[in-house]
């Protein structure tokens, strides 16, 4: 069994209204994500990426079929084992959701007050995670006062903070320019091999996964249409 194992995974949503029809976000997916990937899923818009990710991160139940994560099956667990394993999950996201009105500092700290760490462990943990993400000297500043490369290197250091064993990137870098993307892919790169970090990159974008990604699922209407090593789903020169 993989890593992060997805069999014949489907997730339809009720209609929205009396007249409306339901819709089948992703229909049938199986995939098998290993530990050490930096795994790409690529697909148009409405695709069915997002409500994947929601579903692995246990933010939703599925339909039919089953997600194991490590082992342990995700849509079975509730409360405090759903809890534990989200929690070796850490995410970012497209717009960074940064909160404004705190510092750099306390945004990176924040899940580690959520989790009940004492100061003094939380501004040992937030220093470590600043200088990896190289943005020690920015602590004290405000999201606003960073580049969009900047603020989200900070999300991907709080989304650190709880020493996840898996990444879910949500179009991390479609809000940013090309110079800033290199930099955010090449921190994540960092994160996968320095740290040992399994990370899911979600994107619309080719050559995000043409940079980072070993492994690769194409989606299309909820399907996956072609998945493999990256090389060989990609055409060459
Ligand atoms: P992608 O991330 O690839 O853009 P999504 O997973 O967001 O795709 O959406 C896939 C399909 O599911 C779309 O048709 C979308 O409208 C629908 N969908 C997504 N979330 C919901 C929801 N909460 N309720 C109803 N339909 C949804
Ligand atoms: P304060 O510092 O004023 O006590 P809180 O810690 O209560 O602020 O957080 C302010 C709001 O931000 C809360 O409503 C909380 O739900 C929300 N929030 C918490 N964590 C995050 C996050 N990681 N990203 C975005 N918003 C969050």
Redesign the pocket.
């Known amino acids: 069994m993989a890593y992060i194992d997805i069999s014949n995974v489907s997730k339809t949503y009720p209609p929205q209204n009396r007249r409306g029809s339901s819709v089948t976000a992703v229909d049938d997916v199986s995939l098998g994500i290993e530990r050490g990937d930096i795994f790409g899923v690529i697909g148009y818009s409405g695709a069915g990426k997002s409500t994947l990710v929601r579903l692995i991160n246990g933010l939703e139940p599925v339909t039919s079929g089953s997600i194991f994560i490590d082992g342990v099956d995700v849509a079975r667990l509730s409360g405090r084992e759903l809890r534990e394993t989200r929690r070796r999950i850490g995410m970012i996201f497209q717009r960074f ?3 404004r ?2 510092t750099i500092r ?2 990176v700290a ?2 580690l ?2 989790a009940g760490l004492s100061r003094a462990e939380r501004d040992a943990r937030t220093d470590e995670l600043l200088a990896f993400v190289g943005l020690a000297d920015k602590a004290d500043a405000y999201p606003e006062q960073l580049s969009g490369g900047q603020q989200q290197r900070v999300g991907i250091a ?1 989304a650190l903070a709880a020493h996840p064993d898996i990444l879910l990137a949500d179009e991390a870098t479609s809000a940013l320019d090309p110079e800033t993307t290199d930099e955010v892919l090449d921190l994540l790169a960092r994160v996968n091999r320095e740290l040992g970090v399994t990370i899911v990159v979600i994107t619309h974008e080719m050559d995000v996964i043409a940079r980072i990604a070993n492994r690769v699922a194409v989606m299309e209407k909820g399907r996956v249409v072609e998945h493999g090593e990256t090389y060989d789903v990609f055409t060459r020169p």
């Open positions: 959701n940064l909160l009105s705190r306390g945004n924040y899940p007050e959520v709080r």
